[in-house]
């Protein structure tokens, strides 16, 4: 009995953990993007903005088999509103959507993928 429990245990900690494999580079990829913009962003607006991204306080969604990683978060201090940042794939190359209606999107599709860190009232 305790070796059909350790085996369901090491199967689901095996499933869990690579269940966004598929899209961890481009995750990755938006998440260093993602970072650097915050830094860039509490550069300009010294106090109020939040010095670093951290992505476990962050909700990220993969639409369209990895052509879309939208990343949900708050940058701001002391600050409720959650911002939606999309970032595109095109030849394995992350680019900022700044015109994409994030939040739209993300209500009118299923992810692919989401990892799901902060509690959203939608």
Request: aromatic share 12%; glycine share 4%; hydrophobic share 30%.
């Amino acid at each position: 009995m305790k070796k059909l429990i350790t085996l369901v245990v090491i199967s689901t900690l095996i499933i869990a953990g690579c269940s966004s494999g598929k899209y961890a580079d481009k995750i990755d990829k938006a998440v260093n993007k993602q970072q650097q913009y915050q830094k860039n962003l509490a550069d300009q607006h010294k106090g109020d903005i939040e010095r670093k991204f951290d992505k476990k306080d962050a909700n990220i969604y993969v639409y369209d088999k990895g052509k879309f990683v939208i990343i949900a978060y708050k940058p701001i201090k002391n600050d409720e509103e959650v911002h939606y940042y999309t970032y595109e794939f095109k030849d394995g190359k992350a680019t900022f959507n700044k015109d994409f209606n994030s939040k739209g999107y993300l209500q009118k599709h299923d992810p692919d993928y989401k990892e799901e860190n902060m509690d959203i009232d939608e």
